[in-house]
């Protein structure tokens, strides 16, 4: 049986950035940006350490939006604005949100805080099919 959806309809969605994170992505996605995987090249940029690709981030929101439709093969479209980075230890919690139905299309929008409640992503906006 197809699920039904509605206009305001929420989700949560919680991910752990493991110290070793920014590794694993960089490795699984080639992004080997010294600011990924070298602590002193993040702590010259300003941070503690490293800081995890935006990318991994931007992937995570997805498969909030991905869990909650049930299918990540429904996703068509992705836009997405990042407001901080995340850090090795961050906890991400993903709150997204049912904005619009229609033309057999379903938008989300998808915030996301660490676990001091800064904004990480702000506006994401998921599109999938229904299905």
């Known amino acids: 049986m197809a699920r039904t959806f509605q206009v305001g309809d929420t989700f949560t969605h919680v991910r752990q950035c493991d110290r070793l994170r920014p590794v694993y992505y960089a490795g ?3 992004d080997y940006n010294p600011i990924h995987i070298d602590p002193e090249v993040g702590r010259l940029a300003g941070f503690d350490g490293v ?5 991994c981030t931007l992937g995570w929101a997805v498969e909030a939006v991905a869990v909650f439709v049930g299918d990540p093969g429904l ?14 230890e961050d906890t991400v919690t993903f709150q997204g949100r049912v904005t619009a139905i229609a033309e057999g299309r379903l938008s989300t929008e998808v915030t996301a ?19």
């Open 28 to 30: 699984a996605s080639g």
């Open 51 to 55: 800081i995890l690709q935006g990318l």
């Open 75 to 88: 996703v068509r479209r992705v836009r997405v604005r990042f407001s901080r980075p995340v850090l090795p």
């Open 113 to 131: 805080t660490n676990q001091r409640g800064e904004p990480v992503l702000r506006g994401a906006v998921v599109e999938t099919s229904l299905g």
